[in-house]
């Protein structure tokens, strides 16, 4: 296995060996919610805009409900708004639905129906943040994108040693460290294992379960809390 090494400061870290423990972790441990069962980019780009800033199990049911009623953009787009707000009002952040309506009617026109493959172009649409497309990209095309959240920020900081704030996930030295560390040819699988292990493990609400953590052996935050000054 070559050796990559990732560093910041003083700390570094053997990307590949990262990579390798963390999808190994993940894949004993993945959560199945319906959107990852899929890599239809229609379905992938739905899920995530209902993500955003609301909880998976949420999301779940109005998910199922959507996609079984609207399978592809030709049968979500001649839905009027009105509607579009009975299906999806339950999950709050009511503006997010203008923008769903605003974005179909924009895929249709610029695009001819077809969710764009470019990152540029995701960006254009109505209600695509950076995390957004980059997840389409990765989770429906397999691109090595970064996830830049603050699940992965949480993450990577503490891996680091570094001091996390409201505003880390725009600090271009930190974006960098989040993408040096994507796997390029698994980049899905390791995307996935990231959240879950954010959720699951490195948990922001409680202190993190290091003794189950498979990158352990990588982070400073375990090692300085394992030996404190």
Same mark, same amino acid.
């Given at each position: 296995?070559?050796?990559? #090494?990732?560093?910041?400061?003083?700390?570094?870290?053997?990307?590949?060996?990262?990579?390798?423990?963390?999808?190994?972790?993940? @894949?004993?441990?993945?959560?199945?919610?319906?959107?990852?069962?899929?890599?239809?980019?229609?379905?992938?780009?739905? /899920?995530?805009?209902?993500?955003?800033?609301?909880?998976?199990?949420?999301?779940?049911?109005?998910?199922?409900?959507?996609?079984?009623?609207?399978?592809?953009?030709?049968?979500?787009?001649?839905?009027?708004?009105?509607?579009?707000?009975?299906?999806? &009002?339950?999950?709050?952040?009511?503006?997010?639905?203008?923008?769903?309506?605003?974005?179909?009617?924009?895929?249709?026109?610029? +695009?001819?129906?077809?969710?764009?493959? $470019?990152?540029? !172009?995701?960006?254009?649409?109505?209600?695509?943040?950076? &995390?957004? /497309?980059?997840?389409?990209?990765? #989770?429906?095309?397999?691109?090595? =994108? *970064?996830?830049?959240?603050?699940?992965?920020?949480?993450?990577?900081?503490?891996? +680091?040693?570094?001091?996390?704030?409201?505003?880390?996930?725009?600090?271009?030295?930190?974006? $960098?460290?989040?993408? /040096?560390?994507?796997?390029?040819?698994?980049?899905?699988? &390791?995307?996935?294992?990231?959240?879950?292990?954010?959720? $699951?493990?490195?948990?922001? %609400? @409680?202190?993190? !379960?290091?003794?189950?953590? *498979?990158?352990?052996? &990588?982070?400073?935050? %375990? =090692?300085?809390?394992?030996?404190?000054?």
């Amino acid at each position: 296995m070559t050796q990559q #090494f990732v560093r910041a400061g003083d700390h570094s870290v053997d990307a590949a060996c990262f990579r390798q423990a963390l999808i190994a972790w993940g @894949k004993k441990h993945f959560r199945a919610f319906p959107w990852r069962l899929t890599e239809d980019p229609y379905c992938i780009l739905i /899920a995530e805009i209902m993500l955003h800033r609301t909880q998976a199990r949420q999301v779940e049911p109005v998910y199922k409900q959507f996609v079984k009623r609207y399978a592809d953009i030709l049968a979500l787009h001649p839905v009027p708004k009105e509607e579009l707000y009975s299906v999806l &009002y339950s999950l709050g952040l009511h503006w997010r639905i203008d923008l769903i309506y605003r974005m179909v009617i924009d895929i249709m026109i610029r +695009f001819n129906g077809q969710i764009p493959h $470019e990152k540029s !172009d995701l960006l254009s649409l109505p209600g695509v943040s950076d &995390y957004i /497309a980059s997840a389409v990209r990765c #989770f429906a095309w397999k691109h090595p =994108e *970064p996830l830049i959240d603050t699940n992965s920020v949480r993450v990577v900081s503490r891996v +680091f040693g570094l001091r996390v704030q409201d505003s880390s996930r725009r600090h271009r030295s930190l974006r $960098e460290l989040i993408t /040096a560390l994507v796997d390029p040819d698994e980049s899905r699988l &390791y995307n996935y294992a990231l959240l879950d292990l954010a959720g $699951e493990v490195c948990t922001k %609400k @409680k202190p993190p !379960d290091c003794a189950q953590c *498979p990158i352990a052996k &990588y982070c400073l935050y %375990k =090692e300085q809390n394992d030996n404190p000054v």
